[in-house]
């Protein structure tokens, strides 16, 4: 179990599927701490969804709605569960079973935030630059990566000069980086 760190729904315990590896609550504080004035009536598109922690987490703090996305069976069965554990109606929450790339080829919504947290071993797939092109204005992807990735291997993430890192911090094995459009 995990739980949410603050907000209206602070310290309600969310079931974990078992693939799952959600991020600790050291790293979800700091990460909240930095977006925070972005979230309240924030629009949120949660990828690679798992638990929906993330995505909760920032239901909880103010934003409007979140769009989970997740492949898995049991991730999508989990967040349904968390929806329910957290007393979510269907306004706020839209969960839908897909994988991120299928998901991304048919949407034409835009969103404030955008949560990336991949399996490490679908890094490769991402699109950075796509994702960053379904903002809202003054919107940010929020990723999190294996830890000096995109100094290593930047290239694979598919970035265009269009896409601006604004902030990056590593959290052992991770990092965490912020991406917005560049103005």
């Known amino acids: 179990m995990i739980r949410i760190t603050a907000g209206i729904y602070k310290n309600k315990k969310l079931n974990v599927p078992k693939v799952s590896r959600p991020l600790t609550d050291r790293i979800r504080i700091s990460m909240f701490e930095l977006i925070r004035d972005f979230i309240p009536g924030a629009t949120i598109l949660d990828l690679y969804a798992g638990s929906g922690v993330t995505g909760y ?11 989970f996305i997740d492949n898995s069976e049991e991730s999508i069965e989990i967040i349904k569960e968390n929806k329910y554990v957290l007393d979510l109606d269907n306004t706020s929450v839209n969960i839908i079973k897909s994988s991120v790339e299928r998901f991304l080829q048919n949407n034409e919504l835009h969103f404030d935030i955008i949560f990336l947290d991949p399996p490490f071993d679908e890094i490769f797939k991402l699109n950075i630059t ?3 092109s379904f903002l809202n204005v003054d919107g940010v992807v929020v990723a999190r990566l294996p830890k000096d ?3 290593k291997q930047k290239h694979k ?9 604004v902030y990056k911090k590593s959290y052992g094995q991770s990092e965490v980086v912020f991406y917005k459009r560049k103005v």
């Open 57 to 67: 987490e920032a239901l909880s703090r103010g934003g409007k709605t979140c769009l």
């Open 130 to 132: 796509k994702l960053v």
């Open 149 to 151: 990735f995109t100094k």
């Open 157 to 165: 993430l598919s970035i265009s000069n269009e896409v601006e890192e």
